[in-house]
């Protein structure tokens, strides 16, 4: 998915006032995405991946810059794991399987990222365990 027009710089109120808000160019601004997908989508998904990763940090304090940076890093991939999993190409032939597949690992690449964010912002060890 490639950015391909310009967007507003929206930003979107966060549910919890004393975390940062982030806007639809963060997210753009963080990974590839198709602004085509338009502006109330993006920010409904950005609503969802803020109320995720407040329950994830709940009583962390978010005040320096580098925690700032941290946080919106977190929602913006969250967000576009969302994006990824709604869009997945169920398609009966074989390159539609195919395609089904690769957005599905896609998503679970962008879920590690939110998951080491996370786990750098609250200064917990990554894991690195897969079950089977």
């Known amino acids: 998915m490639l950015l391909n027009a310009p967007v507003t710089n929206s930003e979107v109120p966060n549910p919890d006032t004393e975390r940062?808000?982030?806007?639809?160019?963060?997210?753009?601004?963080t990974v590839r995405l198709d602004q085509s997908k338009g502006e109330p989508l993006l920010t409904e998904k950005i609503l969802?991946?803020?109320d995720i990763?407040?329950?994830?940090?709940?009583?962390?304090?978010?005040?320096?810059?580098?925690?700032i940076r941290k946080y919106k890093?977190?929602?913006?991939?969250?967000?576009?794991?969302?994006i990824g999993e709604e869009n997945l190409d169920f398609d009966t032939t074989t390159n539609g399987q195919s395609r089904?597949?690769?957005?599905?690992?896609?998503?679970?690449?962008?879920?590690?990222?939110?998951?080491?964010?996370i786990a750098d912002l609250t200064n917990r060890k990554r894991n690195r365990v897969k079950l089977v």
């Not at 929602?75 to 969302?82: G, I, S």
């Open 48 to 50: 969802l991946a803020m």
């Open 73 to 82: 890093r977190a929602v913006c991939y969250e967000a576009a794991a969302l």
């Open 20 to 29: 940062p808000n982030v806007s639809i160019t963060d997210l753009l601004g």
């Open 100 to 117: 089904g597949e690769n957005q599905q690992a896609k998503a679970q690449s962008l879920r590690r990222i939110v998951n080491h964010t």
């Open 53 to 67: 990763i407040n329950d994830q940090v709940l009583l962390l304090k978010i005040e320096t810059e580098t925690q």
